[in-house]
């Protein structure tokens, strides 16, 4: 997973498995990313994790 707001985070945004754009991002990332989390100011780094764990225990329920 890789989290990030502006044009210097696109190529990591891309990259990733899951690329995560903060809900303060520019729109050109929001549109690139799988999931667009909540802004720096309201924890949106940490929901994103939250989120990717529920993912991961899913995945590894279907196991």
């Given at each position: 997973?890789?989290?990030g707001d502006n044009f210097n985070d696109e190529s990591m945004i891309r990259d990733a498995k899951y690329g995560v754009a903060m809900g303060?991002?520019?729109q050109p990332i929001k549109e690139l990313a799988w999931f667009e989390t909540e802004s720096n100011v309201h924890d949106g780094v940490a929901k994103a994790i939250y989120r990717a764990i529920?993912?991961?225990d899913q995945e590894v329920a279907t196991k």
């Amino acid at each position: 997973m890789a989290i990030g707001d502006n044009f210097n985070d696109e190529s990591m945004i891309r990259d990733a498995k899951y690329g995560v754009a903060m809900g303060n991002a520019v729109q050109p990332i929001k549109e690139l990313a799988w999931f667009e989390t909540e802004s720096n100011v309201h924890d949106g780094v940490a929901k994103a994790i939250y989120r990717a764990i529920e993912l991961n225990d899913q995945e590894v329920a279907t196991k």
